[in-house]
């Protein structure tokens, strides 16, 4: 099964999801693991990995992507099956 990995946006207090904010490409899956902590055990990054305002400003400036924060969004490093 092939995985894409996503930054998402959910709302907190609903839980819902929001957006799929943006993809992250593999070439910069490395970094992004670092920034997300993913645990070393978890290869495929296949978890779902909360991300600080921070962290997530972070991977959107290496991505060079606009990322909109607000105080009820709470955002994920998440994989979805691309298959």
């Not at 946006?9 to 693991?33: I, K, N, Q, T």
């Not at 670092?34 to 990995?49: C, K, L, R, T």
């Not at 600080?52 to 991977?59: V, W």
Request: a negative charge; glycine letters at 2%; proline letters at 6%.
């Amino acid at each position: 099964m092939k995985m894409e990995h996503y930054v998402t946006a959910y709302d907190s207090e609903s839980e819902s999801l929001l957006a799929l904010v943006f993809d992250v490409p593999s070439v910069f899956m490395g970094r992004v693991r670092e920034i997300a902590h993913v645990a070393p055990n978890d290869i495929d990054a296949v978890g779902s990995y909360p991300l600080s305002d921070e962290e997530a400003r972070e991977i959107a400036r290496l991505l060079k992507r606009p990322l909109d924060i607000n105080s009820k969004t709470v955002f994920f490093l998440e994989p979805v099956s691309s298959e």
